[in-house]
């Protein structure tokens, strides 16, 4: 069985850079064809595919956020990052972790596995 686990800051000032790491167990995120993407999800709102990294080290990211979104791996920790920088209180959401066989995770059904989830707030 595989899980994920998000962890960082839940509070995160405004200009500041939003740092958060998913820890998968269970299987490798180098596993083949296999995607680990980031979503998050605006209080209100549905979900938003932020990135992926794939399981060759290859990113992708949204174009509405590529210019400030960063993801990078440890594949000796069997972790992968995020950095979304210069945030404001509109990047405020609870922010998943998830794995799936595509690039694009758009729906819960997108996604084979999914972090619980961590709720970042951008406030000063």
């Known amino acids: 069985q595989v899980q994920l686990q998000e962890s960082g800051p839940g509070l995160v000032k405004p200009s500041q850079t939003l740092s958060l790491t998913c820890t998968v167990s269970g299987g490798s995120i180098t596993t083949n064809y296999y995607y680990w993407s980031w979503v998050r999800q605006p209080p209100g709102k549905g979900l938003e595919w932020m990135g992926a990294?794939?399981?060759?080290?290859?990113?992708y990211y949204s174009p509405s956020l590529r210019s400030r979104t960063s993801i990078s791996r440890d594949t000796s920790k069997n972790q992968f990052t995020l950095q979304l920088s210069s945030v404001t209180p509109e990047d405020t959401a609870v922010y998943y972790c998830?794995?799936?066989?595509?690039?694009?995770?758009?729906?819960?059904?997108?996604?084979?596995?999914w972090g619980q989830g961590t709720q970042v707030t951008v406030s000063s």
């Open positions: 998830a794995r799936a066989a595509r690039v694009v995770v758009r729906t819960r059904e997108a996604g084979d596995y």
């Open positions: 990294i794939a399981y060759r080290g290859s990113t």
